[in-house]
């Protein structure tokens, strides 16, 4: 059996000398279409699991961005932005240096 990744090193053996994308993708297409359906089994099997775990991470993730940031979790702020933001409020003012 073959996978892509093993295609293509396979192929840049073969072709040295072959710098082009589309050629390997191409022969790599041309290598999926004539094999038949029993050789193609594992691999569609294979997206077929990392479809399922795909689409399980997506919805949580999207159930994590509908429910928001949590209370203890910190923001996107990093600690010298909140500590700037602080010291501009007491009306104290830094000089910073470049």
């Known amino acids: 059996m073959i996978c892509r990744e093993d295609f293509r090193v396979t192929y840049k053996e073969e072709h040295p000398k072959n710098k082009s994308v589309a050629a390997v993708g191409k022969a790599g297409g041309e290598k999926w279409k004539s094999l038949s359906d029993s050789e193609k089994a594992p691999y569609v099997a294979k997206a077929d699991k990392r479809k399922v775990e795909y689409e399980k991470n997506m919805k949580a993730y999207n159930k994590k961005l509908e429910e928001g940031p949590k ?20 009306g104290s003012e830094e000089v910073r240096r470049r």
């Open 71 to 90: 209370e203890d979790e910190e923001s996107d702020k990093s600690v010298s932005e909140v500590n700037d933001e602080d010291d501009a409020e007491d």
